[in-house]
Structure formats: C-alpha cells, structure tokens
Nanobody
Framework: QGQLVESGGGLVQAGGSLRLSCAAS????????MGWFRQAPGKEREFVAA????????EYADSVKGRFTISRDDAKNTMYLQMNSLKPEDTAVYYC????????????????WGQGTQVTVSS
C-alpha cells in the first residue's frame, strides 16, 4: 500500500518562505502526476500546484503563480513545494496527492493522499 507523508509546515511571518516535502513510500510513483492542494479553515480544499512524473509540465493556481514552485526528485520519491513571499491567506493545511498520468487541478481525480501539514502565516 502506498503512502504519502507531508512535512515542512510551520509558523512563518508574512513575506517569509517555507519548503514543503511529500515523501512517497510503499510503491513506485513513476508515471504518476503529483499535486499540492490546501484547505483553509472554513473553506473547501483547493488546488495549489501539480507536476507531471518527469517534471515536464507544471501547473499553478493563479493565487500562487510567481511565489510557489513545485518540483520533484523521483530518485528520492519526494515532491517539494517551495513557498516564497507567503501571505496570511496562504494559511491552510497543505496536502500532497498522486494520480496516474497527467496532472489536473481537480482533487477528485487524485486517489492517493497524504495526511497534510499545517502552514500558518502571521501578519
């Protein structure tokens, strides 16, 4: 059974940076697209970024373009989200997810999920 485990969340001041990691284990994720989603208190979970298995294609939500960078190291079975210029509205639980083939922004397309890591940005 595959497992995705997020780490790297924490408390940071506005304007600061964090790097989230998503470690995959229990199965190979070669050929799988992977994505980051987030859920703020009282809101629905939303798409943040996604990447193809060979890092050839990356997609971002408009709200994070230019500030966040998604990447992956398939040799380490790990995906990353570098978050710069953080804003209080970025506060949320961040989840990583995986699906076969190409990335999408629809969370319903992703069958594999991690448990999430909390990111809190203070003003």
């Amino acid at each position: 059974q595959g497992q995705l485990v997020e780490s790297g969340g924490g408390l940071v001041q506005a304007g600061g940076s964090l790097r989230l990691s998503c470690a995959a284990s229990g199965r190979t994720y070669s050929g799988y697209a992977m994505g980051w989603f987030r859920q703020a208190p009282g809101k629905e979970r939303e798409f943040v970024a996604a990447i193809t298995w060979n890092s050839g294609n990356r997609e971002y939500a408009d709200s994070v373009k230019g500030r966040f960078t998604i990447s992956r190291d398939d040799a380490k079975n790990t995906m990353y989200l570098q978050m710069n210029s953080l804003k209080p509205e970025d506060t949320a639980v961040y989840y990583c997810a995986a699906r076969l083939w190409f990335p999408t922004s629809d969370q319903n397309d992703y069958p594999y999920w991690g448990q999430g890591t909390q990111v809190t940005v203070s003003s």
